[in-house]
């Protein structure tokens, strides 16, 4: 009997300890916009198509990704996760849509939106989402069905020019907010 106590209590406390992984991201305090995403390591790939672990959202909020970014505003097919990531780390926001019929009206609040922030803000269409919105910041997803512009605004604001690369040595420790270009 205390053998199976003792089990119980070790599986209780991995439990804990994984649902601890869950918090905010550091600098981002709770309560704010969207949920918490465990970040991955985000080592650099070749392309993207090279291989690499799964990610742990869809779309990805943290992991592996190529050495370069999207260019910042509206794209009009979809961008490799592997760059996407990327333009995250760098303090990115990209709202991600997928339309299962025409929805011009959606993406046009969408594009007005995102024509307000000349830098680390994307829009891009994304047919695997769940949902027809996806809010992506490093570490954080938000969902929504229909444009929610206090809510879209408030986490471009919340996350948008927040750097994660890890810290060089010497430098300052990451996460810090870079003043957006």
Known sequence: MASVRRGVAIGIGVVVGLLATGSAPEGVAEGEPGRAVPT????HLQSPGSPHPPYNSIPPT???????????GVHRIP????????????????????????????????E?????????????????????IALT????????????????????????????HPPREGAAPSPTRTPPR
Do not use: K
């Open 40 to 43: 991955q390591d985000g080592p």
């Open 137 to 164: 910041a490093w570490g954080r997803l938000e969902t929504m069905e229909a444009p929610d512009e206090p809510s879209i605004r408030r986490f471009i604001e919340a996350y948008r020019g927040i750097d994660h």
């Open 112 to 132: 007005r939106i995102v024509g307000e922030y000349p830098t680390q803000v994307i829009l891009a269409p994304e047919r695997r989402l769940e949902t027809a």
């Open 79 to 110: 961008i490799p996760w592997e760059v996407q990531v990327h333009n995250l780390e760098d303090g990115g926001v990209i709202i991600h849509y997928r339309c299962d019929r025409p929805c011009p009206d959606a993406v046009a609040t969408l």
């Open 62 to 72: 943290s992991g592996p990704h190529v050495p370069w970014l999207a260019p910042w």
